[in-house]
């Protein structure tokens, strides 16, 4: 017998543990919670914790933890033991409903954003019965959202839970004009691509800066990148198959229905892909992913990094968020169907996500911001920061006859018309993608490009709900008073096209033309963190996240707080780092080689005040030349560092990046020059040769 199929969700409290396990009534309850959102009672959630508890027993728990997502992008976990007193120096093992549905983890010193103030330091954790528990490490995790005494969200999941809700609500509208009654809800699925690097544990350990900082902030470019593209797709080394394979059997255990692996374009750089999954069970598989990632890679003396940009001079690594949206009767509401009234509908969900993309490229380029994916979006493997739609040329000439009321294809002379006579059957899908596309069609999906690998997808998910919802919701406000259902949809659609068509472009991202064409098209370039973070505070997405309560408007600016604090500390800590490996570390090491190089100078001319000493000379002074202007630079970071004004926060952000990024930027190439220059056993720390390919 095949063991995957059998160990396949063993660690996973789902359907099929909890049909054994719990009486038919309380099942058929928790399905409703799971599919409807519909609430679970307190006597059916004792009866839950009761079984999940004996269940997890079984499997070797001896503790539970609420698993929740706070907004530091990780995962938080506190464990309590089953046991509980009963006298006489004995215990029983004991987990109530209560238990289960709530918990008060503390759990202060997590980023606020002002939401929390140390005298009202409670947090609470509740019960997401939308995703299923699951044992790690001999405890019982639960999910869970996380939120202050007053409500506000203080994580991720929460504000996902909400987005995903306000489309399910304006969705269901579009669906009931279209007679369709016998769906029940609407949900968003997630297939995200993970990108990472794999690095030989003791060297990656000589290297401070990918310890503190999870980058090499110097590196001089090594005598082979990726320019021979023989790393992408190719044989999978032994050593990486061992990690790849222990990965996929621990992820199965945990339900996570991991499909694809293979190498990536850089030397050490890998991607795993899972089989889509609804958008709040996929970023709780995305968070374990990760987890998972980094331990079992230390169990094969590797170690996994996730920055977005942990080599200059080669890809880094994003996640490529691979979104839909599905009907609780199975089917694709992006995805073309068979009768022009299906492709009428299908048009109107695609019209909804090309205004939500134009509308909020702001927040789309804002849940993306983070000063590691600054680095990387932009650069030859990934989308610029200019958000725009990919959607493959046939449906784009589609749109164009809408919009334009004019023949198309198959129809020969007779205007295109979104009424059911008129409209062509759509392909399936005929165009190549496009890998410069910050947001491609895909066939049935949309692939957005632009998040960095080491980012929750939550927030992402949070503004692509939202948005939409916003969209569809305008379009059944419209629709549900039209006096002429038909004629009014095609009006429309055609006007949706026309208005938004700006954001649809099919060719080149990298060109520089398309940069320019874009900015005269009117489209936002927001190259970093600072220069996006703003827009959460903006009237238009305020009134947005308000208006489907998703996020209050006290837990936007909550955000964008702690946004820009994020952005701030990872580049301090980036800094100091830096300064402190050039000081302690590679000038020193410089002026050794340097002395060494002038005492062979010195015994070289006592032999014979004639001998030929140009490479040692021009050494000395190439290399004297760069450890004087290094230690300059050194000054003027350290410098920058004192510098740092107080108070507002987006000064601060903005600081770090016109003045002390820019420090560090300059420090770097004498530094990566003193490298080249210096001979291999004063080097004190390995190079990019040694970490790129140092899994053998």
Known sequence: MNPVPESFGSLVFNDSVMRQRLPKDVFRQVQLSMTDGKRLDSAA????ANAMKDWAIEKGATHFSHWFQPMTGITAEKHDSFLSPVGGGRVIMEFSGKELIQGEPDASSFPSGGLRATFEARGYTAWDPTSYAFIKDGILCIPTAFCSYGGEALDKK?????????????????????????????????????????IDREVYEKRKDLVFTGRTLFGA????????????????????????????????????????????????????????????????????????????????????????KPFAGVNGSGKHNNWSICSSDGANLLEPGETPYENAQFLLFLCAVIQAVDDYQDMLRISVASAGNDRRLGANEAPPAVVSMFLGTELENILTAIENETPYGNLEKEQIKVGVHVLPKFPKDTTDRNRTSPFAFTGNKFEFRMPGSSASISGVNVVLNTAVAESLRQYADELENAENFEAALHDLIRDVIRKHKRIVFNGNGYDDAWIREAESRGLLNLRT????????????????????????????????????????????????????????????????YVRSLSETVSARRTLDAEAPCRFEVEEISQLSRHVDNAYEKLLHLEGAIRALPRGDTLDRALFYRDHVLSCMEDLRLDLDEMERLTAAEFWPLPTYGDLMFSVN
């Not at 995903?164 to 997630?190: D, P």
């Not at 339900?255 to 609804?278: C, D, R, S, W, Y």
């Not at 238009?540 to 820009?564: C, D, G, M, P, Q």
């Open 45 to 48: 959630a004792t009866v839950v």
């Open 158 to 198: 929460t504000p996902l839970l909400r987005s995903m809700e306000a489309i399910n609500r304006q969705g269901m509208r579009i669906l009931k004009l279209f007679g369709n009654h016998q769906v029940t809800s609407i949900k968003t699925t997630v297939g995200p691509e993970q990108e990472y690097f794999l």
């Open 221 to 308: 470019k090594p005598p082979k990148g990726q320019e021979l593209d023989d790393h992408y797709f190719g044989a999978i080394k032994p050593r990486v198959a061992a990690f790849m394979k222990e990965l996929n059997e621990e992820l199965w255990k945990l339900g996570v229905m991991a499909k694809t692996e293979h190498n990536e374009a850089a030397p050490g750089q890998h991607e795993l892909a899972p089989i889509f999954t609804t958008t709040n069970i996929a970023a709780d598989h995305n968070q374990l992913t990760m987890e998972m990632m980094r331990k079992i890679a230390r169990k094969h003396d590797l170690v996994c990094v996730l920055h977005e």
């Open 529 to 592: 963190t600072p220069d996006c973070v703003p827009y959460y505070l903006a009237p238009k997405n305020i009134e947005l996240f308000t208006r489907h309560k998703v996020y209050s408007e006290t837990e936007l600016r909550a955000r964008y707080e702690i946004k820009l604090d994020s952005y701030c500390k990872v580049l301090h800590v980036e800094a100091q780092t830096l300064a402190e490996m050039s000081r302690k570390e590679v000038l020193p090491a410089v002026s050794a």
